[in-house]
């Protein structure tokens, strides 16, 4: 899947004030295709919100090359506690994240801008899919598209991975917290977590996704067969949910081989090409019905 050079756009670093936690300014980026007017002068032009996972920030992994290649405006940001902006990171708090997500719907509604796509990675999609169920009569009416990126839906299949078995279950037992410690945007990063943000964690309802889901929207799933984070299966869960609603269609796209993981390793501009074929497929109308899709994948029948 060859991809076309991006269009040319112009990238500006945003604050944007948060009506809910005034000391989080939200870090964004605005990708904005050139030719467009700024933010104050959007009049209506649609805009996609990209929203990164867990112990990321709004660069990582496919996100920033996607977002330099969308057909459209976009707006993408770094959620409370991560990388530009301030604030405290609960590895639990999903409700927080959905704040984040609304404050930025409704700055970039306010100036012109309407929200008609949500792309997320891991828990940025959970997020997602929360944010258009409860928001759907306001900032997300107009969502049409949505890119599930290796989402979760068992959320206490948590308690069987192995970062939960090697590290946290052990520092639970020996101190009370586990601190968990990663590279964010070249930085050493740590949350400490709690036994009780594990159980917060587990009991995060995802199920209204199969009565609450707009009708309207098409979906993409995109999930890895590798994936030692969130179980393989959940893409499955998704593809049955969000698979019989009417206009909305449901497209599961599995990987597999080297890089089928959870951050998809080292196949990035392919996740990105994926992306945008099957985005031109449904602006062209392409895609009527819910199904599986190997983008790219050249399928040998075995003869008999």
Same mark, same amino acid.
């Given at each position: 899947?060859?991809?076309?050079?991006?269009?040319?756009?112009?990238?500006?670093?945003?604050?944007?004030?948060?009506?809910?936690?005034? *000391?989080?300014?939200?870090?964004?980026?605005?990708?904005?295709? *050139?030719?467009?007017?700024?933010?104050?002068?959007?009049?209506?032009?649609?805009?996609?919100?990209?929203?990164?996972?867990?112990?990321?920030?709004?660069?990582?992994?496919?996100?920033?090359?996607?977002?330099?290649?969308?057909?459209?405006?976009?707006?993408? @940001?770094? @959620?409370?506690?991560?990388?530009?902006?301030?604030?405290?990171?609960?590895?639990?708090?999903?409700?927080?994240?959905?704040?984040?997500?609304?404050?930025?719907?409704?700055?970039?509604?306010? %100036?012109?801008?309407?929200?008609?796509?949500?792309?997320?990675?891991?828990?940025?999609?959970?997020?997602?899919?929360?944010?258009?169920?409860?928001?759907?009569?306001?900032?997300?009416?107009?969502?049409?598209? @949505?890119?599930?990126?290796?989402?979760?839906?068992?959320?206490?299949?948590?308690?069987?991975?192995?970062?939960?078995?090697?590290?946290?279950?052990?520092?639970?037992?020996?101190?009370?917290?586990?601190?968990?410690?990663?590279?964010?945007?070249?930085?050493?990063?740590?949350?400490?977590?709690?036994?009780?943000?594990?159980?917060?964690?587990?009991?995060?309802?995802?199920?209204?996704?199969? /009565?609450?889901?707009?009708?309207?929207?098409?979906?993409?799933?995109?999930?890895?067969?590798? /994936?030692?984070?969130?179980?393989?299966?959940?893409?499955?869960?998704?593809?049955?949910?969000?698979?019989?609603?009417?206009?909305?269609?449901?497209?599961?796209?599995?990987?597999?081989?080297?890089?089928?993981?959870?951050?998809?390793?080292?196949?990035? *501009?392919?996740?990105?090409?994926?992306?945008?074929?099957?985005?031109?497929?449904?602006? %062209?109308?392409?895609?009527?019905?819910?199904?599986?899709?190997?983008?790219?994948?050249?399928?040998?029948?075995?003869?008999?």
């Amino acid at each position: 899947m060859a991809m076309a050079a991006p269009a040319p756009r112009t990238s500006t670093k945003l604050q944007v004030p948060h009506p809910v936690a005034p *000391d989080c300014p939200i870090t964004g980026v605005l990708e904005r295709l *050139d030719g467009n007017a700024g933010p104050t002068h959007a009049q209506g032009r649609p805009i996609a919100l990209i929203l990164h996972g867990a112990m990321g920030h709004k660069d990582y992994l496919f996100l920033r090359r996607l977002a330099q290649r969308l057909p459209m405006d976009s707006f993408r @940001f770094d @959620f409370r506690g991560n990388h530009e902006t301030p604030g405290s990171m609960s590895y639990a708090r999903f409700e927080n994240d959905v704040e984040d997500l609304d404050a930025v719907a409704k700055f970039l509604e306010g %100036r012109g801008y309407v929200v008609t796509a949500v792309v997320g990675h891991s828990r940025g999609s959970i997020v997602g899919q929360k944010w258009v169920c409860v928001a759907r009569a306001t900032e997300a009416r107009h969502v049409t598209t @949505f890119v599930n990126a290796s989402g979760r839906y068992r959320m206490e299949k948590i308690l069987e991975s192995s970062r939960y078995q090697a590290l946290w279950k052990a520092g639970f037992e020996k101190d009370g917290y586990a601190d968990w410690t990663a590279t964010v945007a070249r930085k050493p990063f740590t949350v400490r977590v709690y036994p009780h943000d594990i159980e917060e964690f587990t009991k995060w309802d995802t199920s209204y996704i199969w /009565d609450e889901f707009p009708a309207n929207i098409h979906v993409l799933t995109i999930h890895g067969l590798s /994936d030692e984070t969130v179980p393989p299966y959940d893409a499955i869960i998704y593809a049955r949910a969000l698979g019989t609603r009417s206009p909305g269609t449901h497209t599961l796209h599995m990987l597999e081989g080297a890089g089928a993981d959870h951050n998809y390793t080292g196949r990035q *501009d392919e996740i990105v090409a994926c992306i945008l074929d099957w985005w031109e497929m449904q602006a %062209r109308g392409e895609i009527s019905t819910s199904g599986v899709w190997m983008a790219g994948v050249k399928v040998q029948k075995n003869k008999l």
